[in-house]
């Protein structure tokens, strides 16, 4: 059974940093490409950052970007995002996703198939 699981969410001023973090199992992590979305109130669900299997790969939204940086450890089965500089606009619920069966990601979550349960990340003074 695949299941991915994130943590790190909280709060957090302008400015702050968080490092969010992705604990997968129930599938071949390390050939599996993987991806962090958020969704803010009201908003679509939106792809900020994707990794491929070896890591050599990564993409990330033009609104993230040089802010976010995707990480994975494939000896743990964990995926990261480290965040800086964040903005009241980074506030929304971020997921883990993982394509499975595909070694390249992308920013499509109709693309994806499988999704964690979700983290809040509050940025607000």
């Known amino acids: 059974q695949v299941q991915l699981v994130e943590s790190g969410g909280g709060s957090v001023q302008p400015g702050g940093s968080l490092r969010l973090s992705c604990a997968a199992s129930?599938?071949?992590?390390?050939?599996?490409?993987m991806g962090w979305f958020r969704q803010a109130p009201g908003k679509e669900r939106e792809g900020i950052a994707c990794?491929?299997?070896?890591?050599?790969?990564?993409d990330y939204a033009d609104s993230v970007k040089g802010r976010i940086t995707i990480s994975r450890d494939n000896a743990k089965n964990t995926l990261n995002l480290q965040m800086n500089s964040l903005k009241p606009e980074d506030t929304a619920i971020y997921y883990c996703?993982?394509?499975?069966?595909?070694?390249?990601?992308?920013?499509?979550?109709?693309?994806?198939?499988?999704w964690g349960q979700g983290t809040q990340v509050t940025v607000s003074s």
């Open positions: 129930g599938f071949i992590f390390e050939s599996t490409a």
């Open positions: 990794i491929g299997w070896g890591s050599v790969w990564t």
């Open positions: 996703a993982a394509r499975d069966g595909y070694s390249g990601g992308t920013l499509n979550p109709r693309d994806y198939m499988h």
